[in-house]
């Protein structure tokens, strides 16, 4: 299991751009996929970003292709998510979440295929 920590939100102006962190603990993190989630006031939870184990892998909502980056750096137990050209739509709380993928590199891109989440860190978009 591992335990996961976000960081790097906060309020910024339509076009801007911000970093979020997700650090995990545990010796493992080299085998998990890794996802970013985001929910909105009365929306469902949608996919952000997702990474496999093997960097390579990755996936993307439609809202935020070619603006999101997701990265992993295993190393240092920590994904990123970079956002740029950010959107009043863009306004959540982003969740980061993992699932351990045996040997696969698998990036899973709903909710119920990840089973250990972070606390959330709000983003807010001002137009």
């Known amino acids: 299991q591992v335990q996961l920590v976000e960081s790097g939100g906060g309020l910024v102006q339509a076009g801007d751009s911000l970093r979020l962190s997700c650090a995990a603990s545990g010796r493992t993190f080299s085998t998990y996929a890794m996802g970013w989630f985001r929910q909105a006031p009365g929306k469902e939870r949608e996919v952000v970003a997702s990474?496999?184990?093997?960097?390579?892998?990755?996936n993307y909502g439609s809202s935020v292709k070619g603006r999101f980056t997701i990265s992993r750096d295993n190393a240092k137990n920590t994904v990123y998510l970079q956002m740029n050209s950010l959107k009043p739509e863009d306004t959540a709380v982003y969740y980061c979440?993992?699932?351990?993928?045996?040997?696969?590199?698998?990036?899973?891109?709903?909710?119920?295929?990840?089973?250990?989440w972070g606390q959330g860190t709000q983003v807010t978009v001002s137009s």
């Open positions: 979440a993992a699932r351990n993928t045996g040997n696969t590199w698998y990036a899973p891109v709903t909710p119920d295929e990840y089973t250990n």
């Open positions: 990474i496999g184990r093997n960097f390579v892998n990755t």
